[in-house]
């Protein structure tokens, strides 16, 4: 097996242990997989900057990052959570900064790939258009909510 095609099972092994990917099948999971760009990240190191244009978005596989809006803490995130996507789908500028607060793996996805996502996989869609409209309300002062 290829070290390509051994990293792709890999992510796709991670993916069955986010609620989100639960239920999709194996061909579906490795679609996903294939999209994504595994990444690691170590303690401290900034996964995005607040203010810079967004060019990808991440999928937490392991690890967790602290969530920070104008010097802030707001939010803690851990495996499942999607962070970026607001800028690629809004295509402005980032609302926050993500550092990472322990040792992370994640899966990258750029403006290309996760259009791709979207336009392929409707459940994924959905959870992502569910977050932006939680966000939304969140960044608002609506009903606090997670996605």
Avoid: W
Avoid at 41 to 70: K, M, N, P, S, T
Avoid at 74 to 91: F, N, Q, W
Avoid at 121 to 145: F, H, W
């Amino acid at each position: 097996m290829s070290s390509k095609k051994r990293a792709v099972q890999g992510t796709v092994d991670d993916l069955r242990h986010i609620a989100l990917f639960a239920r999709m099948t194996e061909a579906e999971l490795t679609r996903v997989a294939a999209l994504g760009e595994p990444v690691d990240a170590e303690v401290g190191a900034l996964l995005i900057d607040q203010g810079d244009v967004g060019q990808e978005c991440f999928l937490v596989l392991d690890g967790e990052a602290g969530v920070f809006a104008g010097g802030q803490h707001v939010a803690a995130i851990g495996p499942g959570t999607a962070v970026g996507e607001m800028a690629l789908v809004g295509h402005r500028p980032r609302n926050a900064t993500v550092i990472a607060q322990s040792s992370m793996r994640l899966l990258s996805f750029n403006i290309s790939s996760f259009k791709k996502l979207l336009d392929e996989m409707p459940v994924a869609q959905k959870y992502i258009y569910d977050l932006l409209e939680a966000r939304a309300r969140q960044n608002t002062g609506g009903e606090d909510e997670k996605g």
